[in-house]
């Protein structure tokens, strides 16, 4: 096989020997060139011919697609100013209403900070004036307490003065008790055990009336006739000041005669007496008794049983005015003192509740403004997510405008040589046409 390269075009193509040796005679015939010289004219004018008709159509088709692709690049600068348009107007009118909200929002911290400052100054008014209205309180207190003392002195005082006019006043009494006692042991010895009893109390009655009734006429003091609870005692002692009950008092008495076997004790009737008096709903619990003539506990004239029962007393007959007079003189100091300790325990409760009153509305206060807090964190939230999605919208027409400016920028450079290039085809036709321009 040979190889042969054409001297026009440059190309290298193989043929065998029988064509080659026809190839190097017809080179060597003149015909064969002269017939070479008219095929190449031919092959020259119908390629220029076939380079003009193409040249003619790609430059149709190249300006039927410039006008198609300026149409598009319109239409889309006419959609891109539109889309331009709509999202500035959107972005005016989130502005506007981000700026409103905003503004109201602003407006409303304004109000609430306005509100709690207000708040807490009202606050430390009323805590300042509770505080100085609790040292004048305080104040007040310590200049009765003070004035308490004072008296309790005086009191004091009074009493050693007094005391020994009460001793001579005793010694006076108890040589009264005892002829006292000597009547009614001479009285026993004359009558039954139920008329001894029913006297004592008659007694007692006589006394009370005769010697308290005239400086407390609006006591209370009858028999008790109340047996629904199972019992019942002698007598029921109460009074009252402005309405408050400050002394009651259940009475037994108890007295037998001499001569009867069956001696009793005054501790076998405390027990009763103290059911009495709680069912009754007394404070104090008094045996009026006779019994036990002989005892010299019971003729000094007061012997206290508390330890036994609470506010349990065993008296004897003679002692009956004194020790009421005793238990009243002592219950209306204990009042004062209750009086007092429920009117500092008042004022006190009223400071408490303002108090309390005030941590309710720091706590309801708190609550509304982390409510009002949260929801304008909400709103800003919203109002950033909306920001961030209309960034997106703009960014994404952005790209779309960079994407036509790039297809518009590919369509300004579309030329011939760039279509043609790495063409081999075309390449070498565009070479012959400027081969034969040249010639």
Do not use: W
């Not at 002269?34 to 088709?61: F, G, P, S």
């Not at 006008?67 to 959609?79: F, L, V």
């Not at 409303?108 to 709690?116: D, R």
């Not at 002592?330 to 400071?351: C, F, R, T």
Request: aromatic share 8%; hydrophobic share 35%; charged share 35%.
């Amino acid at each position: 096989m040979k190889e042969l390269k054409c001297p026009k075009c440059g190309s290298i193509f193989q043929v065998d020997e029988a064509e080659y040796a026809s190839i190097v005679s017809q080179i060597k015939n003149t015909e064969f060139e002269a017939e070479i010289a008219r095929r190449m004219a031919e092959i020259e004018a119908r390629h220029k011919t076939e380079q003009e008709l193409a040249n003619t159509r790609n430059r149709n088709d190249f300006q039927k697609e410039i006008n198609k692709k300026d149409a598009e690049i319109s239409s889309k600068e006419t959609e891109i100013k539109l889309l331009q348009n709509k999202l500035e107007k959107i972005e005016i009118e989130k502005m506007n209403e981000m700026s409103s909200r905003l503004a109201e929002k602003d407006k409303t911290i304004a109000q609430l900070n306005s509100a709690i400052a207000q708040n807490d100054n009202i606050l430390k008014i009323a805590v300042m004036e509770e505080r100085s209205k609790a040292q004048t309180l305080m104040q007040e207190k310590d200049n009765e307490i003070t004035k308490l003392r004072s008296t309790a002195e005086l009191e004091k005082r009074e009493a050693k003065i007094n005391e020994a006019a009460i001793r001579k006043q005793h010694e006076e009494q108890l040589r009264i008790i005892q002829e006292q006692v000597n009547y009614y042991k001479d009285l026993k010895s004359k009558m039954s055990t139920k008329m001894v009893g029913e006297t004592l109390e008659q007694h007692c009655y006589i006394e009370f009336e005769q010697y308290i009734r005239p400086m407390m006429p609006n006591a209370y003091f009858e028999k008790d006739n109340d047996a629904s609870c199972g019992s019942k005692g002698d007598f029921i002692f109460r009074d009252s000041e402005d309405g408050t009950e400050y002394i009651s008092i259940m009475f037994e008495m108890k007295n037998e005669q001499d001569t009867t076997s069956t001696k009793h004790k005054n501790d076998d009737f405390l027990k009763k007496l103290d059911d009495d008096r709680k069912k009754k709903g007394c404070e104090f619990a008094v045996l009026v008794s006779l019994l036990e003539a002989e005892n010299d506990l019971y003729n000094t004239g007061i012997v206290n049983k508390s330890h036994i029962y609470p506010k349990m007393y065993v008296i004897r007959p003679q002692f009956f005015v004194p020790f009421i007079n005793l238990l009243v003189q002592a219950s209306k100091k204990s009042l004062e003192y209750k009086k007092q300790l429920i009117l500092a325990q008042s004022k006190e409760v009223d400071v408490t509740n303002f108090e309390t009153k005030i941590e309710e509305f720091k706590n309801k206060f708190g609550k509304h403004y982390e409510l009002a807090s949260k929801k304008f964190e909400e709103a800003i939230k919203q109002i950033d997510d909306t920001i961030n999605k209309l960034t997106k919208v703009k960014e994404s027409l952005i790209g779309s405008g960079n994407n036509l400016r790039l297809a518009q920028q590919d369509t300004e450079n579309l030329t011939i040589k760039k279509l043609t290039y790495k063409n081999p085809t075309m390449k070498a036709k565009f070479d012959e046409a400027r081969d034969a321009a040249s010639e």
